[in-house]
C-alpha cells in the first residue's frame, strides 16, 4: 500500500541543522511532487516548500528562503528536507506530504506520519 | 500569497446534529481554463497528520463518509458535517493549491456540546 515513511524525531541545538527524511513506497516516485508542511505545537500548517523527484526542481516559500534545501534519492524513492541554522522557533513537527499529480498544483493526497524536531540548548 | 480564512475558529455540536465550517480566500482559487476551485479540506486528529476530506472543493475522498460535504466556488467554500459523530471530533483544516505557496487556514477545531 501507499505509503510515506519519515525518520525518527531529533533533538537539535540552536544554530545546528536538521535532516528529516521520507521514504516512499506503493506507487511511482518520480510521478508526484512531495511538499513539506510543519506544524508548530498548537499552531497551524505552514507549507515550507516542495520538490519535483523527477527533475529535482525545488520551490522554497519565501520565509525559508537561504535555509531549507530540499533534495531526492530516486533509487530508494526517499525525499530529504535539511533545515540549517535553527532556531527556538523551528521546533514543530515536520511533515512530508505527496501532490496527488506531477505538478505543484494537485493538492495533497497522501501524509507521512511526522518528525518532531526540538530545538533547545 | 493567498491568505485563507476560516471561521469559525471553534465549535461545539450536539452529536447527530450538523456543523458547517466556512473558508475564505484572499483572492478566487477558481481556474477558468478548466472551471475547478483548487480548494481542499483536511481533518486533523491530535498525535496523526492531515487527512484528505475534500479535494476541488466538492469532491468526497475514497472512503470519506459521506456526512462530509464541500460546497463553495471562486473566494467562499464550506465544509459541511450532516450529522456529527464522535470520531470527527478533530480541528478542520481549507488549503488553496492554485498557487504557490501553498497555504492553509487556521484551522477550525469541533467538538462534542
Known amino acids: 500500500q501507499l505509503q510515506l515513511v519519515q525518520s525518527g524525531a531529533e533533538v537539535k541545538k540552536p544554530g545546528a541543522s536538521v535532516r528529516v527524511s521520507c521514504k516512499t513506497s506503493g506507487y511511482t516516485f518520480t510521478g508526484h511532487y512531495i511538499h513539506w508542511v510543519r506544524q508548530a505545537p498548537g499552531q497551524g500548517l505552514e507549507w515550507m516548500g516542495g520538490?519535483?523527484?523527477?527533475?529535482?526542481?525545488?520551490k522554497y516559500a519565501q520565509k525559508f528562503q537561504g535555509r531549507v534545501t530540499m533534495t531526492r534519492d530516486t533509487i530508494i524513492s526517499t525525499a530529504y528536507m535539511d533545515l540549517s541554522r535553527l532556531r527556538s522557533d523551528d521546533a514543530a513537527v515536520y511533515y512530508c506530504?505527496?501532490?496527488?499529480?506531477?505538478?505543484?498544483?494537485?493538492?495533497?493526497?497522501?501524509w507521512g506520519q511526522g518528525t518532531l524536531v526540538t530545538v533547545s540548548s | 500569497d493567498i491568505v485563507m480564512t476560516q471561521s469559525p475558529d471553534s465549535l461545539a455540536v450536539s452529536l447527530g446534529e450538523g456543523a458547517t465550517i466556512n473558508c475564505k480566500s484572499s483572492?478566487?482559487?477558481?481556474?477558468?481554463?478548466?472551471?475547478?476551485?483548487?480548494l481542499a479540506w483536511y481533518q486533523q486528529k491530535p498525535g496523526q497528520p492531515p487527512k484528505l476530506l475534500i479535494y476541488w472543493a466538492s469532491t468526497r475522498e475514497s472512503g470519506v463518509p459521506d456526512r462530509f460535504s464541500g460546497s463553495g466556488s471562486g473566494t467562499d467554500f464550506t465544509l459541511t458535517i450532516s450529522s456529527l459523530q464522535a470520531e470527527d471530533v478533530a480541528v478542520y483544516y481549507c488549503?488553496?493549491?492554485?498557487?504557490?505557496?501553498?497555504?492553509f487556514g487556521q484551522g477550525t477545531r469541533v467538538e462534542i456540546k
Open positions: 520538490i519535483n523527484p523527477n527533475s529535482g526542481d525545488t
Open positions: 488549503q488553496q493549491y492554485y498557487d504557490t505557496p501553498l497555504t
Open positions: 483572492q478566487s482559487v477558481l481556474y477558468g481554463s478548466n472551471n475547478k476551485n483548487y
Open positions: 506530504a505527496r501532490d496527488s499529480t506531477n505538478t505543484w498544483y494537485g493538492g495533497v493526497d497522501y
